[in-house]
């Protein structure tokens, strides 16, 4: 069946960057962008940026601007998401989810992976 | 930004009663395409959010029809129409139109 399955917690001090992946099953892995979330602890939800396994090629949110990297591992059907420079306030779950485009409209997060969690501590 | 306004942020139910959630974006969801990109999701305590809507009113695969979608522009409502204990949660809205944002959430609870 169709899942992301995500990479497991994380632990990091400030100033540290982390890594996150998102492995895909069940579909055709270049026909789908990846968005990522965030969620910090009882708090909503944060869109972070998204990806094109196709080509590679990514949007961030203004507020992730040079701190995040989303990259794809064709290979794999895995998506990664990096970021650095790493502070308390990152603190958060994140989750991947994807996206198909349709000639036309947009079908988007219609599946989620489980969350990452990673926690910023000194 | 487009800035999206949930209300009421808390809303206790009664089982069995309907219960409505206003979403109320900054700037009009009509994309250029002419599609509304406005998703609704539910997250459980603990589980990862379950999109229940896309563009406004159409119900994902699975998703009871005591769930339901409606608006247009720049106000839009999702409704439950009889509550059940499994519809205990957190409840978004999430625009696509204008890159994405989401709401700030709405709790559920039975009182």
């Known amino acids: 069946q169709v899942q992301l399955v995500q990479s497991g917690a994380e632990v990091k001090k400030p100033g540290a960057s982390v890594k996150v992946s998102c492995k895909a099953s069940g579909y055709t892995f270049t026909s789908y962008y990846m968005h990522w979330v965030r969620q910090a602890p009882g708090q909503g939800l944060e869109w972070m940026g998204i990806?094109?396994?196709?080509?590679?090629?990514?949007s961030y949110a203004q507020k992730f601007q040079g701190r995040v990297t989303m990259t794809r591992d064709t290979s794999t059907s895995t998506v990664y998401m990096e970021l650095s420079s790493l502070r308390s306030e990152d603190t958060a779950v994140y989750y991947c989810a994807r996206e198909l485009r349709y000639f036309d409209w947009l079908d988007a997060f219609d599946i989620w992976g489980q969350g990452t969690m990673v926690t910023v501590s000194s | 930004d487009v800035v999206m306004t949930q209300s009421p942020l808390s809303l206790p139910v009664t089982l069995g009663q309907p219960a409505s959630i206003s979403c109320r974006s900054s700037?009009?969801?009509?994309?250029?395409?002419?599609?509304?990109?406005l998703n609704w999701f539910q997250q459980r305590p603990g589980q990862s959010p379950r999109r229940l809507i896309y563009k406004v009113s159409n119900r994902d695969s699975g998703v009871p029809d005591r769930f339901s979608g409606s608006g247009s522009g720049t106000d839009f409502t999702l409704k439950i129409s009889r509550v059940e204990a499994e519809d205990v949660g957190v409840y978004y809205c999430m625009q696509g139109t204008h890159s994405w944002t989401f709401g700030q959430g709405t709790k559920v609870e039975i009182k």
């Open positions: 700037q009009s969801l009509v994309h250029s395409d002419g599609n509304t990109y």
């Open positions: 990806i094109n396994p196709s080509g590679g090629s990514t």
